[in-house]
């Protein structure tokens, strides 16, 4: 990547705009040669044998959940620190929600709580969602141990962490499934709304195929009930070219946590708790978040200053109005998650920020 900001995103719009063009001028707008192309690009990218586009990361879950038979009357162990997403498809498959705490130093599923929480709903629990979160891993390995002990099915939520690696193997390719968002957002994003499912196994990458539209094998007859989720043409032709981009714009932001952490590291004890990454993970640092006990005092005087700051995530999902009393809660309670969601706030984190706008944010929180 270039060293010029300014360069390097006109020639990125530049093979935007030409990717739009094709689709345009193709003729062709819904699961076209864009869709296979970028499901099979996505697919060598991870190292899977199978990507399935489908409209939006929500969706994504809940197909995969479908894919493995998950409804009415079973049990998916995810986390309530997490985009609601994750706790919303739960629920539109008909399945019960049970949510744990995360580790304090990654923000990700704590596996000791998943063990007893699995203990207790012995033969109820179906599967587990982990969410690799802001771009840190959970820890698979330890999961994928205890679902293969207990005959679990595992469906990583991957759409913070685009590109994010475990021991050297791509998040997305330890479960049995995964699934990702290309929201505007995203590490690797679309202009719209976007999603894919990915697996290793072909029956469920068939399954996943019939799901997302109509159940058909043939066109207009359905096998099976299903919905209409389909990553579109243009989303699909302009994914293939931020592909391209990922790797290094996941480097930048590596490189941006660095300098976040150098700078920060004299001002850490006193105003705000870094990040950690676990030594075994390659971190795609999606947001930057740091702890603070005087969050809104932090953020109100960043905002003065002219820095945005955002948090992810103000309220757990298991005390939102829509989700209070109506979810389960596992055996060891969600205290670390209550805590960090009065704390956690998220500094400015995108492949474009220069390292003199990294500093002037560091030096304002040194300042504070």
């Not at 063990?115 to 959970?138: C, D, F, M, N, S």
């Not at 679309?190 to 159940?215: E, F, I, M, P, S």
């Not at 043939?218 to 009930?225: A, F, G, T, V, W």
């Not at 971190?283 to 200053?305: A, C, E």
């Amino acid at each position: 990547m270039s060293t010029n900001p300014k360069a390097n995103y006109l020639a990125h719009q530049t093979e935007i705009d030409a990717a739009i063009a094709r689709v345009l001028a193709s003729g062709g707008y819904i699961l076209g040669q864009e869709v296979s192309a970028f499901e099979q690009e996505f697919a060598q990218y991870l190292g899977v044998a199978h990507t399935i586009g489908v409209a939006n990361g929500t969706d994504a879950l809940h197909v995969a959940l479908r894919a493995c038979n998950i409804g009415m009357g079973d049990m998916v162990v995810t986390v309530s620190h997490t985009a609601v997403a994750t706790v919303a498809a739960i629920e539109m498959c008909g399945a019960t929600p049970v949510l744990i705490d995360v580790l304090p130093e990654t923000f990700t599923m704590n596996p000791a709580h998943l063990a007893e929480t699995i203990k207790l709903y012995q033969g109820q629990i179906k599967a587990i969602i982990p969410v690799h979160l802001y771009g840190h891993p959970a820890d698979m390995p330890t999961m994928m141990d205890l679902a293969n002990q207990h005959g679990l099915y595992v469906i990583e939520d991957c759409a913070q962490a685009h590109g994010a690696m475990i021991n050297g193997q791509k998040v997305g390719t330890w479960g049995h499934l995964a699934t990702f968002s290309f929201y505007p957002t995203k590490n690797l994003a679309a202009l719209g709304d976007g999603g894919a499912v990915v697996t290793n196994d072909a029956k469920l990458a068939h399954q996943v195929k019939l799901l997302r539209q109509y159940g058909w094998q043939e066109k207009y007859i359905s096998d099976s009930p299903g919905l209409n989720s389909r990553l579109d043409e243009l989303q699909a032709a302009i994914l293939r070219v931020n592909l391209l981009y990922l790797d290094k714009e996941n480097h930048r932001r590596r490189e941006i946590a660095q300098l976040y952490h150098q700078m920060l590291a004299s001002t850490a004890s006193r105003t705000v708790s870094l990040p950690q990454a676990s030594p075994n993970v390659t971190h795609v640092y999606h947001q930057y978040v740091v702890r603070s006990q005087d969050r809104q005092g932090l953020q109100t005087f960043l905002k003065q200053n002219g820095i945005n700051t955002l948090i992810h995530y103000p309220m757990p999902v298991h005390q939102q109005p829509a989700y209070r009393h109506r979810v389960l809660i596992g055996p060891n309670g969600l205290a670390q998650t209550e805590q960090l969601c009065q704390e956690i706030i998220s500094l400015p984190m995108y492949p474009q920020l220069s390292n003199e706008q990294v500093e002037k944010i560091s030096k304002l929180i040194g300042k504070y």
